[in-house]
């Protein structure tokens, strides 16, 4: 059974930085794309990072320059690394991978807060 376990989410000031890990357990075969979302309360979720299995990135527009999507050889591990971190920037990010099956899967999220 594949689960998906984010963590690294917590309380940082406008400026900071936070690493978040998404943790992969189980097989997940022919890969599309692993991609970090976010929500905030009272909005839609939304695509933050994007990772194709060819290694092209993608991120909104908001968070360009400031936020670097990675993985390791093996894919067990996707990275949020966050830098510069912004109040807006304060929502529920989930980790979530797709493949050509198709079947996607999503980890439960971690909770990021900026403020002073």
């Known amino acids: 059974q594949v689960q998906l376990v984010e963590s690294g989410g917590g309380l940082v000031q406008p400026g900071g930085s936070l690493r978040l890990s998404c943790a992969v357990s189980g097989s997940i075969f022919n890969i599309y794309n692993m991609n970090w979302h976010r929500q905030a309360p009272g909005k839609q979720r939304e695509l933050v990072a994007s990772?194709?299995?060819?290694?092209?990135?993608n991120y909104l527009d908001s968070v360009k320059g400031r936020f670097t999507i990675s993985t390791d050889n093996a894919k067990s591990t996707v990275w949020l690394q966050m830098n510069n971190l912004k109040p807006e920037d304060t929502a529920g990010y989930y980790c979530n991978i797709n493949s050509w099956g198709p079947l996607t899967y999503w980890g439960r999220g971690t909770q990021v807060t900026v403020s002073s």
């Open positions: 990772l194709t299995s060819g290694g092209v990135t």
